[in-house]
């Protein structure tokens, strides 16, 4: 089978399974789901793959919520992501039901040509994106180590063919005082809460200092009970994000000081404590993404230029994790959004229109036939295949 029927096959695959994959996005889109608790959404991205004859782990790395899907027997095994964790109270607003239905899309229709090309796809399903580094304790846990090359897509308000994202880290900061009483006996008291404010002042004089693309932002998670209550604990949680890891490692020494300063001010004592695996940074595969954006300009999209690409904020995801230790790719890929960027209520409800509709069909088929291109491209197959056995050597 040659490149070019191969990937005329897989979007006929795709176009042939429109109306699922649009049916599972909005049924993912309908029930959402938080990190770790993504159950109904992990059974549903399972099911079409498991009606197509792929080979199904369930808890995949021993997470609940996590699967493997296999299909094929070829020495080339690419990895699809499957995200499909949402967010609190404002549900799929970063689309991660389109993530699902897309990933489901590519795996269906690599699964069709797997035999002709050598490939075995590998549909992974992978949870707690948004908080708790799913993909993280998965690759630690070796379900990628067959793998030769990953691949997966993000909706956004834009095109973006080589998405890079920052580095990240997330903690809780415990304050321990003593309670009294705020008008008997403060004098009795050490005031947890005061020690929130005091680190969040030097937080705040911090952010002058901070190098381009660090950056800090926290909530207050607990303060106290009662005004008349001088506060024994307080809770305050925070992320951390830079280019690359080495700026998070200087950004995270200089954050324990502000830390530090709220305790030793107050007198409390202190705890801080990682809620999650650090992120690293995106680093696409540059084959892979120039080829993803003569996808994109093929099916009628405008990716952004390379030479402004970079400089688009794009947050932080674990799969940057990924593409550290294997070519990967997670190219955004654009819907309507009426101005609205991800993680807000208006892009919830983008996410579960014609746009986003659109996007799971096309995406499916760009990721689909960058992999065909990957496959038949004899020079880019043989390096990702010997990526792999330096790893598998190291």
């Known amino acids: 089978m040659s490149s070019a029927t191969a990937s005329l096959s897989v979007e006929d695959a795709i176009n042939r399974r429109r109306g699922d994959l649009i049916e599972l996005s909005h049924s993912i889109h309908a029930e959402p789901e938080l990190a770790f608790a993504e159950h109904r959404s992990c059974a549903k991205t399972q099911a079409l793959a498991a009606e197509y004859g792929f080979e199904i782990t369930e808890r995949a790395g021993g997470l609940d919520t ?46 069709e040509v797997a035999d002709e090309l050598g490939l075995t796809v590998v549909l992974v399903g992978t949870p707690a994106e948004e908080l708790g580094g799913g993909k993280v304790l998965l690759l630690n846990a070796g379900v990628f180590d067959d793998i030769a090359a990953t ?50 002042v030097a937080i705040g004089l911090l952010r002058q200092q901070l190098m381009p693309g660090q950056m800090v932002h926290g909530i207050v998670t607990h303060g106290g009970q009662a005004t008349n209550v001088i506060p024994g604990r307080a809770e305050m949680r925070y992320t951390m994000r830079a280019t690359d890891m080495s700026a998070l490692r200087e950004l995270e020494d200089r954050m324990a000081g502000c830390f530090s300063a709220g305790a030793l001010a107050t007198g409390c004592e202190h705890q801080v404590s990682e809620i999650a695996p650090a992120y690293a940074e995106l680093a696409p595969d540059p084959w892979l993404s120039e080829t993803v954006r003569a996808e994109m300009v093929r099916l009628g999209r405008s990716p952004l230029p390379e030479n402004v690409e970079a400089s688009v904020p794009l947050g932080s995801t674990d799969m940057g994790n990924i593409s550290q230790v294997m070519p990967g790719i997670h190219p955004v890929i654009g819907i309507d959004s009426g101005g609205a960027a991800i993680h807000q209520p208006a892009f919830t409800a983008a996410a579960a229109g014609p746009s986003a509709d659109r996007a799971v069909v096309e995406g499916a088929i760009m990721l689909a036939r960058t992999v065909v291109a990957l496959a038949e491209t004899p020079a880019e197959r043989s390096r990702v295949l010997q990526a792999q056995e330096r790893r598998r050597a190291s």
């Open 66 to 111: 996590a699967f493997r899907a296999s299909y094929g027997s070829g020495p080339l095994v690419v990895g699809i992501c499957a995200e499909y964790d949402a967010l609190p109270e404002i549900g799929h607003a970063c689309g991660h039901n389109i993530i699902a239905a897309s990933a489901v899309g590519t795996a269906l229709a690599l699964a």
């Open 151 to 200: 691949v997966m897509l993000h909706p956004g308000p834009v095109d973006i063919a080589a998405a890079r994202s920052l580095a990240l880290s997330e903690v809780t900061v415990d304050y321990t005082g003593r309670e009294s009483h705020a008008a008997v006996a403060p004098y009795l008291g050490v005031n947890a809460g005061d020690a929130v404010t005091v680190a969040q």
